[in-house]
């Protein structure tokens, strides 16, 4: 089977199909009913997380200043001087590892139901793509506080990617923007935190749910057949599991 049949058959481009399928929105979706069951309610709540993210992430940006004089200090004053800003700045550093903790836990469903086979090997891949786009997410969004914890978790972070073979001290320099930790880094990587990752991951995630559209949600075998109503019972169950996680990270 050739690459383009492959995708094609995993991510058939169907437009009319497409908008049958979206006849039904998601709040009068039928959902099988093996997903009654807490542990599926993982998929949504990283999206929900991610929403909260760039919400409060937004807000950050209005008063944190990406300089090597400033960024800690700018970093203080939200925390200690601005209304409600180490509010602002706990949901936003305690929702990254809640994420990734969500992520962690939909990937382990996905992998011991088998949901990742034929025909939804590449959302599988997808999601992989999206756990690494949040891991660097929170890496260069750790590295902006420019404290001395966070200055030596840039300097060991980004030295594990000289150990690249052929482009490891490309990807170094890259990152750095030198052969040091410096002010050049702090820049590259708020570009990178603000401007690069935003954009790639919301595309990542609009294709992962357009797919799982299509395919429809997998049904393991052992379990019972049927259908229910997304609202009210797993939409609620969302919510909490959603409000629930952040209460864990505080």
């Keep these: 089977m050739s690459v383009k049949n492959w995708l094609k058959e995993r991510f058939p481009i169907d437009y009319n199909k497409f908008i049958e399928i979206n006849e039904n929105i998601f709040i009068k979706e039928p959902i099988p009913n093996h997903m009654k069951k807490w542990f599926y309610c993982t998929g949504a709540t990283p999206l929900i997380l991610l929403s909260l993210q760039i919400v409060t992430g937004i807000l950050l940006t209005f008063y944190f200043v990406p300089s090597p004089e400033m960024a800690y200090e700018s970093v203080r004053h939200i925390t200690e001087d601005v209304r409600l800003g180490f509010w602002i700045r706990g949901l936003h550093r305690w929702g990254s590892s809640m994420m990734i903790i969500t992520l962690l836990l939909h990937m382990t469903r996905v992998f011991f139901t088998r949901a990742y086979q034929k025909p939804r090997e590449l959302n599988w891949i997808i999601g ?13 969004g750790y590295s902006l506080t420019y404290n001395q914890l966070s200055y030596w978790a840039t300097t060991v972070g980004t030295n594990m990617f000289k150990q690249v073979p ?3 001290h490309w990807a170094l320099v ?4 030198g052969e040091e930790v410096t002010a050049n880094t702090l820049t590259r990587f708020f570009t990178i935190h603000v401007g690069l990752l935003p954009p790639l991951i919301l595309l990542f995630v609009a294709v992962h749910i357009i797919i799982l559209r299509i395919h429809g949600v997998s049904e393991p075998e052992g379990f019972e057949k049927g259908h229910y109503a997304f609202y009210p019972h797993h939409f609620y169950k969302i919510i909490i599991v959603t409000l629930f996680a952040p209460a864990l990270g505080f």
């Design 166 to 168: 052929f482009i490891g």
């Design 128 to 140: 992989v793509v999206l756990f690494l786009l949040t891991l660097a997410f929170s890496f260069t």
């Design 174 to 177: 890259f990152l750095r923007g």
